[in-house]
């Protein structure tokens, strides 16, 4: 979620997470005020957390919606919900191939340009 820097309202917010608390507002009245967090979350020295589980452990904010991965440490202090948004399309690709230095300049011209040298 994106939004200007230093507004805490959602009118400012923008990306998919952003919409779908708007969507949450109107069909449930309720509403919202951004609590900045750096980062997702991480547990430090002293056992205290960062970021949003941070947050969300010390009950200064009531949700994180935000893509993070649930772990069994980060449960034992916040409660994760069902996923709402994930993407099944992996990619793959055949590892690149070394390329010998001298022919090296020629990897930045596409095949037609090359072929015409």
């Known amino acids: 979620m ?17 919409d779908l608390i708007r969507i949450l507002q109107s069909a449930l ?34 949700v994180a919606p935000m893509d993070f991965s649930p772990s069994l440490l980060r449960a034992t202090v916040v409660d994760f919900g069902n996923p709402y948004g994930t993407d099944l399309m992996v990619i793959l690709s055949k590892a690149p191939s070394r390329v010998i230095p001298p022919f090296l300049i020629l990897s930045i011209f596409t095949p037609m340009v090359t072929n015409s040298f």
């Open 2 to 18: 994106d939004y200007s820097d230093g507004s805490r309202d959602m009118s400012d917010a923008q990306g998919y997470n952003a």
């Open 29 to 62: 009245n309720f509403t919202s005020i951004i609590v900045p967090a750096h980062g997702f979350g991480s547990i430090t020295s002293n056992g205290s957390w960062t970021g949003m589980v941070g947050a969300l452990a010390r009950r200064e904010a009531d």
